[in-house]
């Protein structure tokens, strides 16, 4: 199994970023996928998912502002940013759990991240 997150870079506060993690070797309808960030000190942290059926879930700091998405032909999960704030920086993450995993399980895969850096 592979997940690759690419999409990240450079981006002035008040910009914006699409983020994309291609999935391959497992039966990507069947997961719900995830995106969390890392900031430098900082522990890893939940931003968004989306279920195997299309539902989604955020954190309080990116209502709003991020939206995430699937597309089950390309099997590719995508993290559309807006109004980036410096606090946004991190390394972005894509994980990918089984869908009949609770909410509560791990999740099974990880992609390698991507770096989101904001200027202010």
């Known amino acids: 199994v592979q997940l690759q997150a690419f999409g990240g870079g450079l981006v002035q506060a008040g910009g914006s970023l699409r983020l994309s993690c291609a999935a391959s070797?497992?039966?990507?309808?069947?997961?719900?996928m995830g995106w969390f960030r890392q900031a430098p000190g900082k522990e890893r942290e939940f931003v968004a998912t989306?279920?195997?059926?299309?539902?989604?879930t955020y954190a309080d700091f990116v209502k709003g502002r991020f939206t995430i998405s699937r597309d089950n032909v390309k099997n590719t999960v995508y993290l559309e940013m807006n109004s980036l704030k410096a606090e946004d920086t991190a390394i972005y993450y894509c994980?990918?759990?089984?869908?009949?995993?609770?909410?509560?399980?791990?999740?099974?895969?990880w992609g390698q991240g991507t770096q989101v850096t904001v200027s202010s």
């Open positions: 994980a990918a759990r089984w869908y009949l995993r609770g909410n509560k399980a791990d999740y099974d895969y």
């Open positions: 989306i279920t195997w059926s299309g539902g989604s």
């Open positions: 070797g497992l039966t990507f309808r069947s997961y719900n």
